[in-house]
């Protein structure tokens, strides 16, 4: 799946650069985030962020919920 301009803008802007669409949580796209490192590497950040995408709103899902929707 294209991940959609605002997802990105809000990852950039959170200083991610890791997006990859997971499949439908609660009825919505949802989008991990995280950071990898210039040999692609993906960099340990403790418990995931989850963006949850209805095609016109993002919420943001920390911690031990984001947990639980992987």
Do not use: H
């Amino acid at each position: 799946m294209k991940i959609p301009k605002i997802i990105q803008e809000k990852a950039d802007k959170e200083g991610w650069n890791s997006v990859g669409f997971i499949g439908k949580r609660r009825g919505k796209d949802a989008f991990a985030v995280g950071y990898v490192d210039e040999n692609g590497e993906a960099v340990p950040t403790g418990l995931p962020v989850i963006y949850l995408f209805d095609g016109k709103t993002v919420e943001t899902v920390y911690g031990e919920e984001a947990l639980e929707l992987l």
